[in-house]
C-alpha cells in the first residue's frame, strides 16, 4: 500500500485529481503556500545560522569601541540593536500577508463553487446531488486547503516571532554599555503599545457557505400534484347549454322493451339499438326504466346489453 501511493504515477494522478476537484483556486493556493514555505524556510535557516553569526559580528563592532558611555555609544548601540532587527524581520510582513491571503483565496473557491451549485439548480430545476457534486468539491476543497495551509502558516510565523524576539533581545543583552550617562541602557526596544488583537472572519464566512451548499443539497423539491381548477366560460358553446339527447328504454313486465315509447324490441336486441344511438348522439344519455312488475331477469338482460354498447345507463324503477 505504502508503495503504491509513492509510485510516482500515482502521486500525479492524484494531484491532477486534486487539482480539477479543486478548480483554479487551488492551483493560485498551492502558488502562494509555495511561497510562503519558500520564505518560511529561508527564515528558519537564517535563525539557525545566520543569525548567531550577526550577532557575534554586532558584538565585535560594538567591543572594538573604546567609550562605552556617552551619547554616541549609546547612538551606535541602538544602531546595531536595529539592524539586527531589521535583518531578523525581513520577509515576515510578506509571510503575514500570505497566511492572511489563504483563507480569502478559500472563501473564493467556495463562492465560486456556491456559484454553480446554483447554475445547476436553475439548469434542472431541482436538487440534484450527482451534478452539484462538481459545484460542492469546488466549494469545500478550496476552503481545506485554505484554511489548512493559514494553520500551518500561523504556528510558523509564531516561531519565527519567537525567534526574532530572542535574538534581537540577546543582541540587546550581549552589547553592554555603561549606565553612567543614563541613557536608558535597560530601555527596551520592542515597541511599548500592545498589538491589538485582530479579528478575521474569513473561517466563518466559509462555514456559513458551506451549510448553506449542505442545506440545498439537503433540502427536497417537490413538485406535487393537485387538483386544477377550471372555471366555467363567461359565453359557453351552445351545444353545452342545451341537454344531451336521452333514450329511455321501458322494461314492460311481458318481457319486452320499448324504446322512447315508440317502438317495442326484444330484450337481446338492446345492444345493436344503443350502439347506434350512440353514434348518432356522441353525448347521449341512456336511461333505463323497469315496470314495478318487471321481471328482474329482464332488467338485468338490459343493463348488461346497454353496458356492451359502452353506455352505463341511469336505473330508474318505479313504484
Same mark, same amino acid.
Given at each position: 500500500?505504502?508503495?503504491?501511493?509513492?509510485?510516482?504515477?500515482?502521486?500525479?494522478?492524484?494531484?491532477?485529481?486534486?487539482?480539477?476537484?479543486?478548480?483554479?483556486? %487551488?492551483?493560485?493556493?498551492?502558488?502562494?503556500?509555495?511561497?510562503?514555505?519558500?520564505?518560511?524556510?529561508?527564515?528558519?535557516?537564517?535563525?539557525?545560522?545566520?543569525?548567531?553569526?550577526?550577532?557575534?559580528?554586532?558584538?565585535?563592532?560594538?567591543?572594538?569601541?573604546?567609550?562605552?558611555?556617552?551619547?554616541?555609544?549609546?547612538?551606535?548601540?541602538?544602531?546595531?540593536? @536595529?539592524?539586527?532587527?531589521?535583518?531578523?524581520?525581513?520577509?515576515?510582513?510578506?509571510?503575514?500577508?500570505?497566511?492572511?491571503?489563504?483563507?480569502?483565496?478559500?472563501?473564493?473557491?467556495?463562492?465560486?463553487?456556491?456559484?454553480?451549485?446554483?447554475?445547476?439548480?436553475?439548469?434542472?430545476?431541482?436538487?440534484?446531488?450527482?451534478?452539484?457534486?462538481?459545484?460542492?468539491?469546488?466549494?469545500?476543497?478550496?476552503? !481545506?486547503?485554505?484554511?489548512?495551509?493559514?494553520?500551518?502558516?500561523?504556528?510558523?510565523?509564531?516561531?519565527?516571532?519567537?525567534?526574532?524576539?530572542?535574538?534581537?533581545? @540577546?543582541?540587546?543583552?550581549?552589547?553592554?554599555?555603561?549606565?553612567? !550617562?543614563?541613557?536608558?541602557?535597560?530601555?527596551?526596544?520592542?515597541?511599548?503599545?500592545?498589538?491589538?488583537?485582530?479579528?478575521?472572519?474569513?473561517?466563518?464566512?466559509?462555514?456559513?457557505?458551506?451549510?448553506?451548499?449542505?442545506?440545498?443539497?439537503? *433540502?427536497?423539491?417537490?413538485?406535487?400534484?393537485?387538483?386544477?381548477?377550471?372555471?366555467?366560460?363567461? /359565453?359557453?358553446?351552445?351545444?353545452?347549454?342545451?341537454?344531451?339527447?336521452?333514450?329511455?328504454?321501458? %322494461?314492460? *313486465?311481458?318481457?319486452?322493451?320499448?324504446?322512447?315509447?315508440?317502438?317495442?324490441?326484444?330484450?337481446?336486441?338492446?345492444?345493436?339499438?344503443?350502439?347506434?344511438?350512440?353514434?348518432?348522439?356522441?353525448?347521449?344519455? %341512456?336511461?333505463?326504466?323497469?315496470?314495478? /312488475?318487471?321481471?328482474?331477469?329482464?332488467?338485468? !338482460?338490459?343493463?348488461?346489453?346497454?353496458?356492451?354498447?359502452?353506455?352505463?345507463?341511469?336505473?330508474?324503477?318505479?313504484?
Amino acid at each position: 500500500m505504502i508503495a503504491e501511493l509513492l509510485n510516482p504515477n500515482n502521486v500525479i494522478d492524484t494531484i491532477g485529481g486534486y487539482l480539477n476537484a479543486g478548480g483554479p483556486v %487551488v492551483v493560485a493556493l498551492l502558488c502562494s503556500t509555495a511561497l510562503m514555505w519558500l520564505l518560511i524556510s529561508e527564515r528558519v535557516l537564517y535563525f539557525w545560522f545566520s543569525g548567531p553569526k550577526l550577532r557575534k559580528a554586532q558584538l565585535r563592532r560594538w567591543q572594538q569601541m573604546d567609550d562605552h558611555a556617552s551619547w554616541e555609544a549609546y547612538a551606535f548601540r541602538e544602531r546595531l540593536i @536595529s539592524e539586527v532587527r531589521i535583518e531578523n524581520e525581513r520577509f515576515i510582513n510578506i509571510i503575514r500577508a500570505l497566511i492572511l491571503i489563504t483563507p480569502l483565496l478559500g472563501l473564493l473557491g467556495t463562492v465560486t463553487g456556491m456559484i454553480q451549485v446554483f447554475q445547476v439548480i436553475v439548469d434542472t430545476g431541482a436538487s440534484n446531488a450527482r451534478l452539484m457534486a462538481e459545484g460542492i468539491s469546488r466549494a469545500t476543497i478550496p476552503t !481545506m486547503t485554505g484554511l489548512a495551509v493559514s494553520l500551518t502558516g500561523v504556528f510558523s510565523i509564531s516561531y519565527l516571532e519567537r525567534r526574532n524576539e530572542l535574538l534581537a533581545n @540577546s543582541a540587546a543583552e550581549v552589547l553592554d554599555v555603561e549606565a553612567s !550617562m543614563a541613557y536608558g541602557a535597560t530601555r527596551r526596544l520592542t515597541g511599548s503599545d500592545m498589538d491589538e488583537a485582530e479579528v478575521n472572519i474569513t473561517p466563518l464566512l466559509d462555514i456559513v457557505f458551506i451549510l448553506l451548499i449542505f442545506f440545498i443539497v439537503t *433540502a427536497t423539491f417537490l413538485d406535487e400534484i393537485g387538483i386544477g381548477l377550471q372555471t366555467p366560460a363567461d /359565453d359557453p358553446p351552445e351545444e353545452l347549454q342545451r341537454p344531451p339527447p336521452t333514450m329511455v328504454l321501458s %322494461v314492460r *313486465a311481458d318481457g319486452f322493451v320499448m324504446v322512447d315509447a315508440t317502438r317495442m324490441i326484444d330484450p337481446r336486441s338492446v345492444t345493436p339499438v344503443v350502439e347506434a344511438f350512440r353514434a348518432e348522439n356522441p353525448r347521449g344519455v %341512456v336511461l333505463l326504466n323497469a315496470a314495478p /312488475d318487471a321481471r328482474v331477469e329482464t332488467t338485468v !338482460m338490459v343493463l348488461d346489453q346497454t353496458r356492451q354498447a359502452g353506455l352505463d345507463p341511469a336505473i330508474a324503477i318505479q313504484e
